[in-house]
């Protein structure tokens, strides 16, 4: 890779191109005179030497002329002088892009300026973004009004959130398990050395208002995989990931999927790096670049689930803070282009070594049989509550809608119970897997580690029905599943939408007004009467809806909401108590296997 030098433009010509472009719209008709040079430097907000050495340029390029004692005046534009002034004013408003390699067949493509963006000169001395004007395809109203989630707070995270308050993306929602310790410091800007202890989510987000006070901030300090509602991805435009585990990763890539966002992926090892941009629908995701092994290694780790958890929470990749930030940058970058519209290239990685400063991009080929290529259909806005809403409550929305045999899918493995496989003891639990720790699932008794009765539908036959959603492991603002072996519902806790997503940590003002429920299509008024199922006259109703109407309009493939076939059931019988639940298995959208009693390990 050859390393040409960078042209440096001083700011001189940048308001000079500034001029000249407005020449060339017509702003500044010929024969005009130029506003005073008090006026002009007030407008341009540069200094009068700054200002002078512009208009000498414009001079130089016959685009003005100075007429002694009366001031400078704008020149025709034709044939002598077109060329001088469409390169001052092209210069000037791509200044920020960088200049692509000719060596690249993957490289940036160049963008032609926007001949609609306004002319808009902005005050430098009192605008932060002012100088980002500039840039051609910088558009403010879509930076100010982005929504990003950060995915993870540690080395890449701090890089990240640091340019995204920088650039003045602004609403930045960070979202992070874990808490500073002193050797963080070596590698996050954001963190200081009294913040040990701290919830890194909580106080990286802090630091980003600080930086910009004009931003917006909102943290979770919890585990993505399990604590984060999909009602928040679903009002996301980009969500960067800036993880160090592939678990996280996956389910990061379903989330986003599942929600039709585009999502940034960094990975950074000593001195190397990686980034890739996943859209969905556009080249592989995530869970395509992953081989058989590696697929196999999660579903390995998935038939010990209480360890798996364990071993992720402990994972550690040794990074520089140097690597970080050249990852977080492009990370930021490319999230930035997604946020104005500006082409990416989904499914393909960039590699950097930082060894031999090479980097090159290569393709990621699609799976058609990828588990992850799923796009949830309409989704109903519910006034209800995780903390407030019952299992029951949710089942019978989902039964009016979907019939008698509706069922719900629950994203997360619940942990009905724990059994002593020596002492015979059973210990009811029912408490999502994210909540038991490898510890406890020792038998208090004799120590041996004891067999979980796990579940992850309610079909309306458990004992425990009357519980909260909240309490089964259901996040705020969370996206629950609902199908009755034919057709897929959707139901988002709106009702948790003013405290789960509201962007407004560390104001000092009132709470920011955020968007309502739109729609309230409960219409359920009464209890389900399911005296006699077999009977019911809404059996013969239940129909496949047009799968066009199900499907995201952005989506039109219906065939990604697929129903498995109940006899996929893997459900070993023996041993299995009387109790033991029907299982309507819908692994396709799940990261175990569909083991209901499972050998710790
Ligand atoms: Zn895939
Ligand atoms: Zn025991």
């Not at 700054?50 to 025709?76: C, D, H, M, Q």
Request: proline share 6%; net charge positive; with cysteine.
């Amino acid at each position: 890779m050859k390393i040409q030098p960078v042209k440096h433009r001083t700011l001189a010509e940048t308001v000079a191109g500034r001029l000249a472009a407005s020449m060339i719209d017509g702003n500044l008709p010929p024969g005009d005179q130029l506003p005073p040079e008090r006026v002009l430097m007030s407008q341009l907000g540069v200094s009068r030497a700054t200002l002078r050495e512009a208009l000498k340029a414009l001079e130089e390029n016959s685009l003005i002329e100075s007429r002694p004692n009366v001031g400078w005046f704008a020149r025709t534009i034709d044939e002598s002088n077109v060329t001088q002034a469409r390169e001052l004013a092209q210069s000037a408003a791509s200044h920020s892009g960088s200049p692509a390699s000719d060596e690249a067949p993957t490289g940036p493509i160049r963008l032609p300026i926007l001949p609609e963006k306004p002319i808009r000169i902005p005050n430098l001395q009192k605008d932060r973004l002012g100088t980002f004007d500039f840039i051609s395809w910088w558009e403010r109203d879509k930076v100010q009004n982005a929504k990003v989630l950060v995915v993870g707070a540690g080395a890449l995270g701090n890089e990240v959130i640091k340019n995204l308050a920088l650039m003045g993306i602004g609403n930045i929602f960070v979202v992070d398990f874990d808490r500073i310790e002193a050797a963080n410091l070596s590698r996050s800007v954001l963190f200081r050395e009294a913040d040990n202890t701290r919830s890194k989510a909580e106080v990286a987000a802090a630091r980003a208002k600080s930086i910009n006070p004009q931003v917006h901030v909102q943290y979770l300090n919890g585990d993505v995989t399990a604590q984060l509602g999909l009602g928040v991805i679903r009002r996301m435009d980009v969500v960067i990931g800036c993880l160090d585990n592939r678990e996280a990763r996956l389910a990061v890539n379903r989330f986003c999927y599942w929600m039709n966002k585009p999502w940034v992926d960094g990975a950074i090892q000593e001195l190397l790096g990686l980034v890739r941009v996943f859209v969905p629908g556009q080249g592989a995701c995530y869970e395509c670049t992953l081989n058989e092994t590696a697929l196999r290694d999660l579903s390995l780790r998935y038939s010990c689930p209480l360890l798996a958890r364990q071993n992720i929470l402990l994972g550690k990749v040794p990074t520089t803070p140097t690597i970080a930030s050249i990852i977080g940058a492009m990370q930021s970058q490319e999230a930035l282009k997604l946020i104005n519209g500006m082409p990416v290239e989904p499914g393909k990685v960039i590699h950097f070594n930082g060894m031999v400063n090479q980097m090159h991009t290569t393709a990621y080929v699609p799976r058609e049989d990828c588990e992850s290529h799923w796009t949830f259909g309409e989704v109903t806005e519910l006034p209800a509550r995780a903390e407030r809403t019952s299992l029951n409550d949710m089942l019978r929305i989902a039964r009016a809608d979907l019939g008698p045999e509706a069922f719900i899918e629950l994203d997360q493995e619940l942990v009905i119970s724990l059994e002593c496989p020596s002492c015979h003891t059973i210990e009811k639990i029912l408490r999502p897997l994210s909540e038991v720790t490898f510890e406890a699932g020792h038998c208090p008794t004799c120590g041996v580690l004891r067999d979980s009765q796990l579940t992850h539908t309610i079909t309306g036959q458990e004992d425990f029905l009357h519980r909260t959603l909240a309490s089964v492991g259901v996040p705020a603002l969370h996206i629950l599943r609902a199908q009755n072996g034919i057709e897929y519902r959707f139901y988002e806790l709106t009702g948790d939408l003013p405290e789960a997503l509201h962007f407004n940590h560390f104001e000092r003002t009132e709470p920011l007004k955020i968007d309502r429920p739109v729609k309230e299509r409960i219409r359920l008024k009464g209890p389900v009467e399911l005296k006699d199922a077999q009977k019911s006259p809404a059996r013969g109703r239940i129909r496949l809806k047009d799968e066009k109407k199900t499907a995201a309009p952005a989506q039109p493939s219906g065939g990604r909401i697929r129903i498995r076939e109940q006899s996929r059931d893997r459900l070993a019988g023996r041993g299995d108590p009387p109790t033991s639940r029907r299982r309507k298995d819908s692994s396709a959208l799940k990261l175990r296997p569909p083991a209901q009693r499972v050998k710790l390990c």
